[in-house]
């Protein structure tokens, strides 16, 4: 009994290696996994081989667990489905819990803020170029925060521009607990010419990574989003 023991927490380990590797890292859109195994960029797409880890290690975890005695009368179909709807995300939501945790008892400001989810897009109006901006932000701590936000548009905009970043005129506050915050935003791209609209918007400038610069008269934090 006690080397079966040492068996299930072995493949709970291995398992619970799922939720680490593809838990997005602070201030950035990318996990462990992603930065270990790049996307390739074929043709006017990306392939993401990085998820071939974690469905190894997932396989392996649950083909361990099969074998034990306690499970071995146990539905394989659905003993696979609870893992993946309820014990992997209950994974993840300790590491937020732990994460919420540090940075509560740090008191470390803006580095508890972080870019959730983010999409950026472009579009022209009468000769006019538009950025719009969509972020989901949560606070992982339980202080309020109070920041503004620099935008670094993708290099392929730059070029054309030889502007670095764009400021966001308003000032956002964000209560503690956890809060979340949810900006759309719009931003005038100033051009001297308009003949590169169609050789900007063929630049596959989504492939560019958009910096988000998160700032307030204490702190500077940078939140990298990586190109599609």
């Known amino acids: 009994m006690r080397k079966e023991n040492h068996k299930l927490i072995m493949y709970i380990i291995i398992i619970y290696l799922v939720a680490i590797i593809t838990y997005k890292l602070p201030h950035d859109s990318y996990s462990i996994i992603q930065y270990i195994i790049r996307p390739i960029r074929y043709g006017n797409s990306r392939i993401y081989l990085s998820g071939i880890v974690p469905l190894f290690l997932f396989i392996s975890g649950m083909s361990g667990l099969f074998k034990l005695e306690r499970y071995a009368k146990k539905s394989k179909v659905w003993m696979t489905i609870f893992f993946l709807i309820i014990v992997i995300p209950f994974m993840k939501w300790t590491i937020d819990f732990a994460r919420t945790s540090y940075h509560s008892i740090k008191n470390d400001g803006i580095n508890s803020v972080e870019i959730i989810e983010s999409d950026s897009s472009f579009r022209s109006n ?73 050789e900007f918007f063929d630049s596959k400038w989504y492939y560019d990574d958009v910096k988000y610069e998160l700032y307030n008269d204490n702190y500077t934090v940078s939140n990298l989003v990586h190109g599609k």
């Open 126 to 198: 009468h000769n006019s170029l538009y950025m719009n901006i969509e972020l989901d932000l949560k606070n992982y701590s339980n202080h309020s925060n109070e920041f503004k936000i620099r935008v670094y548009p993708p290099k392929s905009l730059r070029k054309y521009t030889g502007i670095e970043y764009y400021e966001l005129d308003q000032q956002y506050v964000m209560g503690g607990y956890q809060s979340k915050l949810n900006i759309d935003e719009e931003i005038l791209v100033e051009i001297d010419k308009m003949n590169w609209f169609n």
